[in-house]
């Protein structure tokens, strides 16, 4: 091999990274290497690095101080010249040649004299602070030494490059800092949140997606008490997994399910089992994510969540709290037509309009489906409204054992007992009662939740924090003694009253200085006589502290609430009087109205219908509280004594209660209770209607 090929084969190597390969035809295989126009940027900074570095450099001059520059240099006439620098603080020395041969000089330089004769200098310099005063001074200190040389001064100032260049640069870099950060603000892109996290995105989606790959750890089995409504859902989820088992029979897809029911009661819960279930992609938001500020943000993001679920069909689209677009339209006195009619228009066009979808279910929920548009509850839209009730006695006791899974608690356990004593309580309140218990445990160091912490947890949810240091008054302790007593032996005598739980003089709460607590059946029709029973036994209080003490108090203030709301409902809801008739007053949609669907004279009648009915009930209290004159006494005294007196304890004292109690099985049996073919509507008040609110004595603050 000749010298010429060995040459080219190094040249070949050194580019060797730079070519591509080459297949077994011999053609390159590969992309080429693309170039990058950040090679471009790094040299030129290299460059004007480089450009900086040498032309800041001087000769190597020499430092020394002015007094040597004066006793060495200008007083033996040595300086050719001066040369202040003015943007550095320094002034250089130039030496004559011929005189850099002295003694001096080669003791100054050292090895460096050589160079220094060679070249033109500066051979030396100093610093000085005001560089611009320098000719003053000089021209002093000749006129003071007649004999020296006057120097040529010759000021100038040192190229710079980075200085001015960081003038420029640094404002310019904060401006486009700030722009960018705005640009991704207003994009959305830092921190910005979902879809509409900023200006340029506000129109978009706010939807959290749930695809097939995502992680939900909740599912079906986590949901309990909601049997029906969770056999409708699944039925949902199925349909989509297998559409062929119901589209075989002609069934069509139902276009929408609206979860309806009190609070708590579980529908957020079932939309993320049903998240969790479904094979599908699932979209989840909130009502509220499409009210904005803007005008019409909230229909362009109502279309972008149907674009979004038109590309994932099939799919589901959850919408929690619907009601706070779904408002019957037209009901806004200030403006007809605001910006939440607006998208309720627009959802009502994408759910069921001129271009309608299929394979988007769409699942709502809320607890006020009285407040929503006929347009939006019609089938096409909404072919299903699921009713989540609170649970009965079944329900509760399943709810009872899926949320004691994580809890520790101990085998004696009666879960069918809890779910008896907490009547009306909704999913949520069974999950606070757990966790409550579980923490009344930890306080007390057991290993173990036992049947008393669940206990004292139903009262801290019920009444709420036990205040056993709060100082009453024993007059005032006495008077709550007797008030609680007359509500207990009223329960225990009057056949259609609740059957007594427990009874307390211990405060707790904000205002509740005692109470006695109940055992609501589960009920749904209730006639004359019971929600006469009912009243009496509420304002069983009130009458004990006129018996026993001839005056009342403000402790009543609870009861009278509730036997007025009960009085009330009776004559204007149910036509429970004969002199108002077989009418009832009540509409849900006028509520909201300040005009009343009677007249006056028929609000008289009314007024007059309720105290009669109240009275009646207060004087037939009375009397029995007289009869049982003796039974008050012992239950209060025992109550002054132990604070607190169970149903076993009011037994030992008073003798069994005369009524056999009633109740349901959990094997849905009905002891002494016929087949209800049409419930009505729930009592207002909430005693009547198996709420867990209970009878309480409450002593505001005087004012």
């Given at each position: 091999m000749n010298q010429e090929d060995q040459t080219n084969e190094k040249k070949s190597s050194l580019f060797q990274g730079f070519k591509r390969k080459l297949d077994k035809d011999g053609k390159p295989t590969g992309k080429a290497p693309k170039f990058s126009f950040y090679w471009i940027y790094i040299a030129a900074v290299i460059m004007l690095i480089g450009y900086q570095v040498l032309k800041g450099v001087t000769p190597d001059a020499k430092n020394i101080t002015e007094l040597e520059f004066?006793?060495?240099?200008?007083?033996?006439?040595?300086?050719?010249?001066?040369?202040?620098?003015k943007n550095k603080g320094v002034i250089r020395v130039y030496i004559i040649k011929d005189s850099l041969s002295k003694p001096a000089y080669k003791e100054l330089l050292g090895d460096k004299l050589v160079f220094s004769q060679k070249s033109?200098?500066?051979h030396f310099q100093f610093n000085y602070s005001k560089v611009d005063d320098y000719q003053e001074n000089l021209?002093?200190?000749?006129?003071?030494?007649?004999?020296?040389?006057?120097?040529?001064?010759?000021?100038?100032?040192?190229?710079?490059?980075?200085?001015?260049?960081?003038?420029?640069?640094?404002?310019?870099?904060?401006?486009?800092?700030?722009?960018?950060?705005?640009?991704?603000?207003?994009?959305?892109?830092?921190?910005?949140?979902?879809?509409?996290?900023?200006?340029?995105?506000i129109g978009k989606s706010k939807a959290q997606l749930f695809d097939k790959g995502t992680k939900v750890n909740i599912n079906f089995n986590d949901v309990a008490g909601l049997e029906e409504a969770k056999q409708e859902v699944m039925e949902i989820v199925d349909f989509l997994k297998n559409p062929k088992k119901y589209t075989a029979l002609g069934g069509k897809i139902p276009k929408g399910a609206l979860l309806v029911g009190p609070p708590g009661t579980g529908k957020t819960l079932l939309a993320k089992a049903m998240a969790g279930e479904a094979q599908v992609p699932f979209f989840s938001m909130s009502g509220s994510d499409f009210v904005e500020l803007f005008v019409g943000v909230g229909a362009s993001r109502v279309r972008d969540l149907f674009k979004q679920a038109r590309e994932k069909a099939p799919c589901i689209i959850f919408i929690d709290e619907i009601d706070a677009i779904g408002r019957a339209r037209g009901k806004n006195m200030m403006m007809s037509n605001d910006e939440r009619e607006n998208t309720l228009n627009q959802l009502l066009v994408e759910m069921d309009g001129f271009g309608g979808d299929?394979?988007?279910?769409?699942?709502?929920?809320?607890?006020?489906?009285?407040?929503?548009?006929?347009?939006?509850?019609?089938?096409?839209?909404?072919?299903?409204?699921?009713?989540?009730?609170?649970?009965d006695v079944k329900g509760r006791e399943e709810i009872f054992h899926v949320h004691l899974k994580p809890i520790k608690h101990s085998e004696k356990l009666a879960i069918h007992k809890l779910a008896e004593q907490t009547p009306g309580f909704a999913g949520a309140d069974i999950a606070n009662v757990c966790n409550e218990a579980a923490l009344i445990a930890a306080r007390k160091g057991k290993s173990q939740v036992e049947m008393d912490d669940f206990q004292d947890a139903i009262d801290r949810v019920i009444g709420g924090l036990e205040k056993k240091n709060k100082i009453i008054l024993p007059e005032e302790k006495k008077i709550i003694a007797y008030h609680e007593a007359g509500h207990a032996v009223c329960g225990w005598y009057l056949e259609h009253a609740y059957p007594l739980l427990k009874v307390t003089?211990?405060?707790?709460?904000?205002?509740?200085?005692?109470?006695?607590?109940?055992?609501?059946?589960?009920?749904?029709?209730?006639?004359i006589e019971q929600l006469t029973d009912q009243m009496c036994?509420?304002?069983?209080?009130?009458?004990?502290?006129?018996?026993?003490?001839?005056?009342?108090?403000?402790?009543?203030?609870?009861?009278?609430?509730?036997?007025?709301?009960?009085?009330?409902?009776?004559?204007?809801?149910?036509?429970?009087?004969?002199?108002?008739?077989?009418?009832?007053?009540?509409?849900?949609?006028?509520?909201?109205?300040?005009?009343?669907?009677?007249?006056?004279?028929?609000?008289?009648?009314?007024?007059?219908?309720?105290?009669?009915?109240?009275?009646?009930?207060?004087?037939?209290t009375k009397a029995l509280l007289i009869e049982r004159k003796e039974e008050v006494e012992k239950i209060a005294l025992a109550l002054l004594e132990r604070e607190v007196l169970h149903q076993q304890d009011v037994e030992d004292l008073i003798g069994k209660r005369p009524y056999e109690e009633k109740k349901i099985f959990a094997s849905n049996e009905v002891e002494a209770i016929?087949?209800?073919?049409?419930?009505?509507?729930?009592l207002p008040a909430s005693e009547i209607n198996g709420n867990t609110e209970i009878g309480t004595s409450e002593e505001p603050k005087p004012e």
């Open positions: 004066k006793q060495k240099m200008l007083v033996n006439n040595d300086v050719s010249k001066l040369e202040p620098v033109k200098g500066p021209d002093k200190y000749f006129a003071a030494n007649p004999t020296v040389q006057p120097v040529p001064v010759d000021p100038i100032s040192d190229p710079e490059f980075f200085g001015p260049l960081v003038n420029f640069l640094f404002p310019l870099l904060m401006f486009g800092l700030l722009f960018v950060l705005m640009m991704r603000k207003m994009g959305g892109g830092a921190g910005g949140g979902g879809g509409g996290g900023g200006i340029f995105n299929s394979g988007i279910i769409i699942l709502a929920a809320t607890n006020r489906p009285d407040v929503l548009d006929s347009a939006l509850l019609r089938p096409g839209r909404f072919d299903r409204q699921i009713s989540i009730d609170k649970p003089i211990v405060p707790r709460g904000v205002a509740a200085l005692g109470y006695a607590q109940y055992t609501p059946k589960e009920q749904y029709l209730y006639n036994m509420t304002l069983g209080g009130r009458a004990s502290e006129d018996i026993f003490f001839g005056k009342i108090s403000t402790g009543a203030q609870n009861d009278l609430q509730q036997v007025t709301k009960i009085s009330y409902a009776m004559i204007t809801v149910y036509g429970m009087s004969e002199k108002v008739g077989n009418v009832s007053f009540y509409d849900p949609q006028q509520e909201a109205t300040f005009t009343k669907p009677y007249s006056e004279e028929t609000g008289k009648i009314i007024d007059q219908e309720v105290r009669d009915l109240v009275d009646k009930a207060y004087q037939r016929g087949v209800v073919t049409d419930s009505p509507k729930e």
